[in-house]
């Protein structure tokens, strides 16, 4: 493997999807727009129902993990959604890149993207609500971001399989996938609320272990043992998982003439 040609074909996919995005009508509302107005309305919330500065922290923490989350999966999704909707899929697997090349440089996109997204929903989180989103530590931090990075890449990755899979109709998973599986992972509350059967499927999320690690450092009791080991190892699983499901999902569409009929 030459790796100066890998980290080039990572980078030609992260500029490609960097140019497009700039040149989304939507992006300024991905951006800015939605997750300031969800941090906004969940921090007046937590106000109206007089909510103590811990309870106030654990919903804020859902409310921009959710934001982080859905940026960075969509930059992912759009790596195949962009060319569905230009009808020119099959040249983008004519390239001469993987993959890996294509989930991974539209990721680096992603984080960039939701980096971004955190660094101002934690500014306006401590000047708006007094919410101090670094007080646990830098390491802490980085920790808890990165665990949703590897969570958007999973649920893009998958986006991009079942696209290619279904087509068109699939369109609608890349808004819809990412709420479902952070509604199951806690996102405002402790998962040990939810129905036993639900609960052992936010067991299998890994989104759900970094927010109880973070949680943890305001105060609130981890409901789980070594939360930030068990949510790597599931992020590492599944992120095999989904790259093979896009893979397999490519073949089948070759197979099938999918590929051909959205493209022109």
Same mark, same amino acid.
């Given at each position: $493997?030459? #790796?100066?040609?890998?980290?080039?074909? *990572?980078?030609?996919?992260?500029?490609?999807?960097? %140019?497009?995005?700039?040149?989304?009508?939507?992006?300024?509302?991905?951006?800015?727009?939605?997750?300031?107005? &969800?941090?906004?309305?969940?921090?007046? $919330?937590?106000?109206?129902?007089?909510?103590?500065?811990?309870? @106030?922290?654990?919903? !804020?923490?859902?409310?921009?993990?959710?934001?982080?989350?859905?940026?960075?999966?969509?930059?992912?999704?759009?790596?195949?959604? $962009?060319?569905? #909707?230009?009808?020119?899929?099959?040249?983008?697997?004519?390239?001469? +890149? &993987?993959?890996?090349?294509?989930?991974?440089?539209?990721?680096?996109?992603?984080? /960039?993207?939701?980096? =971004? +997204?955190?660094?101002?929903? @934690?500014?306006?989180?401590?000047?708006?609500?007094?919410?101090?989103? !670094? @007080?646990?530590?830098?390491?802490?931090?980085?920790?808890?971001?990165?665990?949703?990075?590897?969570? @958007? #890449?999973? *649920?893009?990755?998958?986006?991009?399989?079942? +696209?290619?899979?279904?087509?068109?109709?699939?369109? /609608?998973?890349?808004?819809?996938?990412?709420? !479902?599986?952070?509604?199951?992972? &806690? %996102?405002?509350?402790?998962?040990?609320?939810?129905?036993?059967?639900?609960?052992?499927? =936010? /067991?299998?999320?890994?989104?759900?272990?970094?927010?109880?690690?973070?949680?943890?450092?305001?105060?609130?009791?981890?409901?789980?043992?070594?939360?930030?080991?068990?949510?790597?190892?599931?992020? /590492?699983?599944?992120?095999?998982?989904?790259? #093979?499901?896009?893979?397999?999902?490519?073949?089948?569409?070759?197979?099938?003439?999918?590929? !051909?009929?959205?493209?022109?």
């Amino acid at each position: $493997m030459n #790796w100066r040609n890998e980290l080039l074909a *990572v980078w030609a996919v992260a500029v490609r999807n960097a %140019l497009m995005a700039s040149r989304n009508v939507f992006f300024f509302f991905e951006l800015l727009f939605w997750p300031i107005v &969800g941090v906004v309305s969940i921090g007046l $919330m937590t106000r109206f129902l007089e909510l103590t500065p811990e309870q @106030a922290s654990f919903v !804020l923490i859902g409310t921009i993990a959710l934001s982080v989350v859905n940026v960075c999966q969509l930059e992912v999704a759009y790596a195949v959604l $962009m060319d569905v #909707w230009s009808k020119s899929l099959k040249h983008q697997f004519l390239a001469p +890149i &993987g993959i890996r090349h294509l989930t991974l440089g539209s990721w680096l996109v992603g984080i /960039a993207r939701g980096l =971004a +997204i955190f660094v101002l929903l @934690a500014a306006f989180g401590w000047w708006a609500f007094g919410f101090a989103v !670094l @007080a646990p530590g830098l390491p802490a931090v980085a920790v808890f971001v990165f665990g949703c990075f590897l969570t @958007a #890449w999973i *649920v893009g990755v998958a986006v991009c399989a079942l +696209i290619t899979l279904f087509g068109n109709r699939a369109e /609608a998973f890349a808004w819809a996938s990412v709420n !479902l599986v952070l509604v199951l992972a &806690g %996102l405002y509350y402790p998962v040990s609320v939810l129905p036993e059967s639900l609960g052992a499927v =936010a /067991a299998a999320i890994p989104l759900t272990y970094f927010l109880d690690a973070y949680r943890a450092h305001f105060g609130f009791a981890s409901e789980f043992r070594a939360p930030i080991a068990t949510g790597l190892a599931l992020g /590492a699983l599944y992120t095999a998982l989904a790259h #093979w499901a896009f893979f397999a999902a490519i073949r089948r569409a070759r197979r099938t003439g999918l590929l !051909l009929k959205m493209s022109e």
